[in-house]
């Protein structure tokens, strides 16, 4: 079993949709979630950070932790073409720097 | 140049060329890592370097050579690939290696192909 799934889409939606993605783990130690937002031709880019439960927004994105589960989610509002992107959930446990990644979600956002 | 730099940004190569990578990262940070990633995969951590030292080594071939000179600059030394290390080539620097939630910030990556 994968430490981190994620389901590789692609996903297309409309403009102006609500996006949905996921990750799920195996490993109950990890405390520290992110998600990466990686264009085409250009390397990762974290956009949400997140240490333990709990819920966090900024803008128009909001991750979500429920690690009685060990589910991750990433929420977009409104979605416009820009955010056409690999998003990469990742995680580790603390202690120096190791990430676990996802293998990435391929979203469209078509107009 | 701002943030990770990395040259070249693509590159071909025969098995039995010898050729290296490039990392360079201005954002006065610590710790610098490699990282590997093909297609439908999660990235895979390759090395990890703090302070020019060597502190993971992911069980990677030796055909794949490290090299930390300072600080600001990573190498990745390639001799005899093969067919499958073609992928994207991702170098990251973080300020520190302890402590949670550092971020690692990415260069754009090398995409390398092996004929």
């Known amino acids: 079993q994968k430490e981190v799934e994620q389901d590789p889409g692609p996903l297309s939606v409309p403009e102006g949709a609500i996006v949905s993605l996921n990750c799920t783990y195996s490993n109950s130690a990890f405390q520290y979630f992110m998600w990466y937002r990686q264009y085409s031709r250009k390397g990762p880019e974290l956009l949400m950070y997140t240490y333990s439960s709990g819920n966090k927004e900024d803008g128009r994105f909001t991750a979500q932790v429920d690690k009685s589960s060990k589910y991750i989610s990433l929420f977009i509002r409104d979605s416009q073409p820009s955010d056409s992107a690999t998003y990469l959930c990742?995680?580790?446990?603390?202690?120096?720097?190791?990430?676990?990644f996802g293998a990435g979600t391929r979203l469209a956002v078509h107009p | 140049e701002t943030g990770v730099t990395q040259t070249p940004r693509h590159l071909v190569m025969g098995m039995t060329n010898k050729k290296s990578l490039k990392c360079e990262q201005h954002l006065g940070h610590n710790a610098m890592y490699w990282y590997k990633q093909s297609a439908k995969k999660p990235l895979e951590l390759m090395f990890v370097y703090s302070l020019e030292e060597r502190v993971e080594n992911n069980s990677v071939p030796s055909r794949f050579s490290p090299e930390c000179p300072n600080s600001s600059h990573l190498f990745l030394h390639l001799h005899t690939l093969q067919p499958e290390d073609s992928a994207l080539y991702l170098c990251?620097?973080?300020?520190?290696?302890?402590?949670?939630?550092?971020?690692?910030?990415f260069g754009p990556g090398t995409r390398l192909t092996v004929l």
């Open positions: 990251a620097s973080s300020q520190d290696l302890a402590g949670g939630g550092d971020t690692q910030y």
């Open positions: 990742a995680m580790f446990s603390g202690g120096y720097n190791k990430l676990i």
